[in-house]
């Protein structure tokens, strides 16, 4: 019998202003080196969106304002069960040369529209396209 859990991780769609436009940072996932967002599981001293602030640095090398907007959840099916995934928006205000996962994963900035054509989860996808219109 195998055993199932369900857990709980955050992440950020970290953004920023640039020509009057929207930009969106995705990084690379370890394994598959798919685009994903930063994002890690919840600890038990901080928020949903401080643990999702911390995972930006560990695994982005970025800093955010702490105005945020929860833009929704989704689940994804991992090999121990159910993960539900917070997802907040955060606006980059410094970006590291060096922070601990850069040898791991890559990182680049993406229009709205290539980042949307980028990430490979619809809730993911619909989340994007709706930041601009959520931030105002």
């Known amino acids: 019998m195998k055993l199932e859990f369900n857990f709980t991780q955050s992440g950020v769609i970290p953004y920023r202003r640039k020509d ?3 930009e969106v940072l995705l990084i690379t996932s370890i394994r598959k080196k798919k685009w ?3 994002k890690g599981y919840v ?3 901080l928020s949903h ?3 999702a602030k911390k995972e930006a640095y ?3 090398g970025i ?3 702490n105005e945020t907007i929860e833009l929704g959840s989704f689940a994804v099916h991992k090999d121990i069960g159910k993960c539900y995934i917070r997802v907040y928006s955060m606006e980059v205000t410094e970006i590291l040369e060096e922070y601990p996962d850069k040898e791991k994963r890559k990182r680049k900035w993406f229009s709205i529209e290539d980042a949307v054509q980028s990430v490979e ?3 993911l996808k619909q989340m994007i396209t ?3 219109l959520k931030l105002g």
């Open 58 to 60: 560990e695994e982005a």
């Open 130 to 132: 709706a930041l601009p």
């Open 121 to 123: 989860i619809p809730e």
């Open 49 to 51: 969106f401080e643990s």
């Open 63 to 65: 800093y955010g304002e």
């Open 20 to 22: 009057n436009r929207i």
């Open 43 to 45: 600890e038990f001293n």
């Open 36 to 38: 994903i967002i930063p």
